[in-house]
C-alpha cells in the first residue's frame, strides 16, 4: 500500500474516533428541556423536601414522613441558607462526579420518627409522601400499596373505638413502613396495604400497658400521701403528655379495642 493511501487510511480513522467521542460527549452533555411558551406557574407551589429525603426516595429506601409536611420542607429551606460553600462532597450522576452540599447526605438533626408526630402533621405527610415517591419514579405497585396502607389506617376502626387511636396509628405505621422496606431488600417483600388486625390490637394493648405503668408510678410514688381524684387525674394526663395531646384519658382495665 502507498504511503500516502496508507496515511489518508489512518486520517480517515482519526476522524471517525473523534466523531465517536463528540457523539459520547453529546449524549453526557446536560440537556435542558423544552418549555409551553403560552404557560405560566400555577397559583401554588409545592414545597421542596431535603435532598436527603429526596435522595432516599431515589434509592428506594426509607425516610421519615416528617420532611414531606411544610414544616420538614422549612428546615430544609434553612438548613440550605446556612450552608457553608466548602461544605462539599462529591457524588456520582449519570456516570459522572459532580459536587453536591453534605447536607444532601445528612439526616436533619430535627427529624423525628413517624410514630412521634402529631396525627394532623401525619396526614398532610402522608399526601406530600406520595407525591414524591410518584416524581421519584417508585413502581406503580408499591405507590398503590402504600397509598391503600395510609387510607386503611387513616379510616380504621380503631379511630372510633380507642382513647389512644392516632398513638396506635401512628405506632403501627413507623413499625410497619420501617420492616416493608428491610424485607423488600432481602427480597422478602410483602403487601403493605393488607392490614394486619392482631398486629393492631398488640400495638393498642402494648402502649396501654405502658400509659397504666406510669399512670400506675406517679399515682403511687408516694404511698403515705392521699391524693384526691383531680389531683390523680392532673398527674395521669400530665404522665402520657408524652404520647401525645390526648385529654379526657382513663386507662380502662382492659383495652377498649376491640369493641367489646
Known sequence: MPHKKRRNVHSAKCEAEAERERTEAEKKKPKMNGFDKASSIGDFLNPCPA???????????????????????????????????????????????ALRPSSAFKASKAAIADHELMFSIFLRAKNLFLVQISKAKWPQSHIDALS????????HSIRNNSDIRDMVILTYTSRVRQDWHDRLKRDEGFNIG???ENLIRTINEELWDKIRSRTWNNVH??????LNKRTKSNLQLHN???FENIKHLNPPSTSTYPPR
Open 51 to 97: 435532598q436527603y429525603a429526596i435522595q432516599k426516595l431515589t434509592n428506594f429506601e426509607y425516610v421519615e414522613l416528617w420532611y414531606f409536611p411544610p414544616e420538614g420542607c422549612k428546615d430544609a429551606l434553612r438548613s440550605s441558607h446556612s450552608i457553608a460553600e466548602n461544605d462539599l462532597s462529591f457524588t456520582r450522576v449519570d456516570d459522572q462526579l
Open 148 to 155: 391503600l396502607f395510609f387510607w386503611h389506617l387513616e379510616n
Open 221 to 226: 410514688f408516694n404511698p403515705q400521701s392521699t
Open 240 to 242: 402520657i403528655h408524652t
Open 194 to 196: 393488607n392490614i394486619n
